[in-house]
């Protein structure tokens, strides 16, 4: 049964650093982009980033580049999302999805399998 499972959210001051994770289970996620999305409430559901399947492309939203890094452990079917600099405007549920395929895209349609999600609070 294909699984992800994200941990590592929390609370975290402005400016503070957080990292999450995704673990894949049930598939060989080396097969498939992994991206990391995000949901505010009240707002529609969001790519922020991804990492290619085959080899560790990236893509970011302009709204996080130069602020996250993604990043994969291809051995241990494990995702990461480095977020620094954090603002008040990064509150959200974060979501890891996989999309069968080598195509880098934040479009959530596009993606296959979704995590649970995991709370990202940004607040002083």
């Known amino acids: 049964q294909l699984q992800l499972v994200e941990s590592g959210g929390g609370l975290v001051q402005p400016g503070g650093s957080l990292s999450l994770s995704c673990v894949a289970s049930?598939?060989?996620?080396?097969?498939?982009?992994i991206g990391w999305f995000r949901q505010a409430p009240g707002k529609e559901r969001e790519g922020v980033s991804c990492i290619g399947a085959y080899e560790s492309v990236t893509a970011y939203a302009e709204s996080v580049k130069d602020r996250f890094t993604i990043s994969r452990d291809y051995a241990k079917n494990m995702v990461y999302l480095q977020m620094n600099s954090l603002e008040f405007e990064d509150t959200a549920v974060y979501y890891c999805a996989a999309a069968a395929g080598g195509v880098l895209s934040l479009r959530p349609e596009r993606y296959d399998y979704w995590g649970q999600g995991i709370q990202v609070t940004v607040s002083s």
């Open positions: 049930g598939f060989t996620s080396n097969s498939y982009v």
